[in-house]
């Protein structure tokens, strides 16, 4: 049993951060005080926030695990980030107080040096196999965007949507895989499913990000992949007073591609702490422009009346909109009634890449979608941490997310009913980079384009547009105890919890057809709301007709004619209910083995689920509410093991019994339906709310070398067996007599048509290694004092079989190849670093009709991304930070291909380069 000294003062301290962003451009403002602190010395750099926010009010960490973490450091004669800061600090005021100033003061290492440090330190001291980023200064991340820091670390990546990185792929697993959690606390999700999507989450209010690779019997709401532990600031773990006030701008090269968009923006944030023949079958090309404002607000109010009890009250709000405008045409070719000239087609490799369609009805897009989250998220934990080795923690908390996601297409023609209107000519050239084409049709002319149902897709009701409203709710509590004894070698220590679970997800769905006033056929678009062509020269296709389509929706020229009759419609609403009481017991392990030391942990989780799926099912023409579920228990060991050598190498190896439980969506117990006009047949989608969890046998093994605190080099292997998978399965012969009929369906359709629905089956193996570091080369070349590489890459093999019977097949998120690294310089105040991120084709998830996802095959990508910055030390404008940023500086495109032909592209996304200028003044 470990003694311990503390102070016995009594502290109470808050933190406030407030941020506002829109579209972006950055300021933030942070004001940090306590009771009873000491001035900060002019010129001393603020402590970590890692150092705050690691182990402090964390229901993951216990009352003891700051100690063992320290007592693991020291057998090399190394710190946590925790024990640097508080050398660091001594140090600069030693050196001030004698007349000198901070930079004579070799020892403390600043900024982006100093962030990686405290990375190095943390990967070193835990026993688990993790990653983490530590924030530059207080609430500031070393990229713009969470996401993209998470995607730096070795192992890790992302997918963008709409040019910004806001979901995270582990290991070759998609995000469905991994948990996020809060201050180690389960999250809501503004998604449809589990995955966390951080755009809800300011980097500025974030101050640490740990990623658990392997499991621990005491991570509670721990992923199959991983899991991502965001962290604040602790205010009594950090100890000073400092008030930062910033501001950035950005701007975006690829302009303004729609009327009315922008390619500026801006960003506030504040933050107060006291303390066959293959032919192209049509296209849909659009231009998008995006406009996106949050507001988030992170607190914690910490209270310490005795040394030995902590009380810890946090909270977090995010105010999420995202507005776009997507104008476009959409060519029915080899799908719809066009047909080729073959006299001037070219086929090469099985691919018609040059041609001409004639008959050609296009349908002009004005589309508009609304996305409107919040987030609340509160939490408590009071800790007791006793002199006679007892510790004890209590945590409680509340998550809740609600979205509106509004979908407004118009659509627009020569005329009304298909065969009726001008017909085009089109010729086409298909290539790399997707397909240019040459129409003979002005598509801006508002005499011949007209508001209308172009092809008749509403059948017999005019269907000028859609409208599609889902309204999400996800609400998720959590209540925990632990109860920990602190022993003597080889087990320090052994901890018993209880955590209990309740989670409620629900969708519901409210459908219309856009229809033009009065029960008009067509209609020519009114003088006032015409806007400026969109241009889609780079597509060969000209000026489209563009307009506002919300505002024809509330000037009465458009008016909504429910579809929420129509039972597939109804069908798609469910409501998820999950009941998850946990059991744990660990104990930590030390013993001595000749020089070297074991350190670890074992111990094993009893998971007891109650699974529960309401919604309507179609029956006899009409809807029968029901409720239908599962229980079951899963019993999930996990070991892992450290052993720590003085010569700077550990050696690990991890082994555990993991779980993810299913999406969400395919747990709905309804069926969602409709008419595919290409197959001419029924096809839908339903959920199983019987599904079992993904269950794997998990193994970890790494090897690693430090340099102190200041580097590493470690190779890391992992092998994971999958016993069970979930798989989704086509039935083709599913009969929808008794099923109304869609409204774009014709009369003589067959009732025969299929159904896909998720089941449980056998997995398979997924396996790879990765390739970590981070060299400060001024160590090794003193001449290049200042300069240093982090980064890694991992190469993963998946021998998963998602079709049953069928071959092994890269899985959503899977990526063989993935890799990232930083270059940069860091010295005299100045600095500089370039980023480079890679990673090879993968499946991945795209909003198709109606917000709802559709899987595609994405090409490779590499991102790179820059920055320089320079800090201020005395004269006036001491304190001052100036640093500029560029994004995306290649303008690497987004591209998602049918297959493996790379010519037979379906997406091809270019979001333009994205700079950035801020600067803070922090005293």
Do not use: C
């Not at 810890?312 to 776009?324: A, C, H, M, V, W």
């Not at 509004?406 to 298909?418: F, N």
């Amino acid at each position: 049993m470990t003694a311990r000294t503390r102070a016995s003062a009594t502290a109470a301290r808050a933190i406030l951060k407030l941020s506002v962003s829109s579209a972006s451009l950055s300021a933030a403002i942070l004001f940090a005080g306590t009771a009873f602190a000491q001035d900060v010395n002019a010129g001393t750099k603020v402590p970590d926030p890692a150092a705050s926010s690691s182990t402090a009010a964390n229901p993951n960490e216990a009352p003891g695990a700051a100690q063992r973490r320290a007592d693991n450091a020291a057998l090399t004669g190394d710190v946590t980030p925790a024990q640097n800061e508080a050398t660091a600090q001594a140090v600069s005021g030693a050196v001030q107080d004698a007349g000198g100033t901070p930079e004579d003061a070799a020892i403390v290492v600043t900024g982006f040096r100093r962030s990686l440090e405290n990375a190095v330190a943390e990967k070193k001291s835990r026993d688990q196999v993790v990653e983490s980023i530590s924030a530059e200064d207080i609430g500031k991340l070393p990229d713009a965007s969470i996401a993209e820091s998470i995607a730096r670390l070795p192992g890790l990546t992302s997918q963008r949507v709409n040019g910004r990185s806001n979901s995270i792929s582990i290991r070759g697993f998609s995000p469905d895989f991994s948990t996020t959690l809060l201050n180690g606390r389960e999250q809501t999700s503004t998604g449809d499913n589990r995955a966390v999507e951080y755009d809800q989450y300011p980097a500025e209010v974030i101050n640490q990000v740990l990623v658990y690779k392997t499991a621990n019997a005491s991570l509670i709401g721990q992923g199959l992949s991983g899991t991502v532990d965001l962290r604040t600031i602790r205010p009594i773990e950090y100890g000073k007073r400092v008030i930062s006030v910033g501001g950035r701008g950005t701007y975006a090269d690829i302009g303004k591609l729609n009327a009315g968009s922008k390619d500026k923006g801006y960003r506030v944030t504040g933050t107060f702490n006291n303390q066959p023949v293959d032919i192209i079958g049509g296209s849909k090309s659009y231009v998008t422009s995006t406009n996106l404002k949050r507001l988030g607000l992170q607190g914690t109010v910490e209270w310490k009346p005795v040394p030995e009890f902590t009380a810890t009250l946090d909270g977090f709000y995010s105010d999420f909109n995202d507005d776009q405008i997507k104008r476009g045409i959409e060519l029915p070719l080899g799908f719809g009634a066009a047909t080729t000239i073959p006299s001037v087609t070219t086929v090469t490799n099985g691919l018609v890449t040059n041609g001409s369609f004639r008959g050609v009805e296009g349908v002009v897009r004005n589309d508009s979608f609304e996305r409107k989250a919040k987030l609340y998220s509160f939490g408590y934990n009071g800790r007791y941490e006793g002199d006679d080795g007892w510790n004890a923690q209590i945590d409680l908390s509340l998550s809740r997310t609600t979205r509106d996601e509004t979908v407004l297409e118009t659509y627009s023609g020569t005329g009304y009913g298909q065969g009726v209107g001008a017909q085009d000519t089109i010729g086409f050239t298909s290539g790399s980079t997707g397909t240019a084409f040459s129409p003979t049709l002005n598509y801006s002319d508002p005499g011949l384009i007209r508001l209308t149902d172009p092809l008749g897709w509403g059948g017999a009701n005019v269907q000028a547009g859609y409208y599609n409203d889902r309204h999400i709710v996800d609400d998720l509590k959590q209540y925990r105890v632990e109860i920990e004894r602190e022993l003597e070698s080889p087990i320090s220590s052994v901890k018993f919890g209880l955590n209990y679970t309740d989670r409620n997800k629900s969708l519901t769905p409210n459908e219309a057809l856009v229809q033009l006033a009065n029960g008009a056929l067509e209609q020519t678009l009114p003088t006032q709301y015409q806007l400026k062509p969109t241009n889609l020269a780079y597509l060969g296709l000209g000026p489209i007709l563009s307009y506002d389509p919300t505002a024809l929706l509330d000037a009465g020229v458009y008016r909504l004619s429910s579809n929420n009759n129509n039972l597939d419609v109804v069908a798609k609403g469910y409501s998820i209910q999950e009941r998850i009481m946990t059991s744990y017991l660990q104990a930590n392990i030390k013993q001595s083995i000749g020089s070297a030391e074991l350190t670890g942990n074992a111990g094993v989780q009893g998971v007891f689920t109650n699974q529960k799926s309401s919604g309507n099912v179609v029956a006899n023409g009409g809807l029968i509410p029901v409720t239908r579920g599962a229980e079951y228990i899963d019993i999930l060991p996990s070991v892992n093991l450290a052993l720590r050598f003085p010569s700077d190498i550990v050696i690990r190896a991890a082994a555990a019994r993991q779980m993810q439980r299913p999406r969400l969506d395919d747990m709905r117990v309804a069926l969602a339906y409709g008419y595919d006009a290409a197959q001419g047949i029924l096809t839908g989608t339903g959920g199983n709310p019987y599904l079992r969890p993904i269950r794997s046998n998990s193994y970890d093994v790494t090897v690693e070398k430090y340099f102190g605190n200041r580097g590493y080099l470690a190779v890391q292997g992992f092998y994971k067996q999958l016993k069970s998978f979930v798989y989704t399965i086509a039935n083709p012969g599913f009969d929808y007599a008794g099923y109304p009929l869609p409204s774009n369906a014709p009369g003589a359709v067959p009732t025969i048509g299929t159904a896909t629905v998720p089941i449980n089956g056998v997995g398979g193996n997924i396996y790879g290694v990765e390739l970590a570091g981070t060299l400060p080369i001024g160590e090794i070349v003193s001449a290049l004092d200042g300069f240093g590489l982090t980064g890694g890459g991992s190469y993963t093999k998946t021998e998963i079989v998602p079709t049953p019977g069928g071959r092994a097949e890269d899985i959503p998120g899977y990526s063989r190849w993935v890799a990232n690294g930083t270059a940069y310089f860091e010295k005299w105040g100045f600095s500089a670093r370039g980023s480079l991120r890679y990673r090879s084709t993968f499946v991945g998830e795209l909003s198709g009709f109606g917000a709802n996802l559709v899987r595609r095959r994405a090409a490779g990508e590499m991102i790179i991304d820059g920055q320089l910055g320079y800090d201020i030390s005395t004269g006036m404008l001491k304190g001052v930070s100036l640093y500029v940023q560029g994004q995306n500086l290649t303008n690497e495109p987004f591209t998602t291909i049918n297959g493996t032909n790379t010519n037979e592209i379906i997406d091809y996304q270019k979001y333009g380069r994205r700079f950035l200028a801020g600067a803070t003044f922090k005293f």
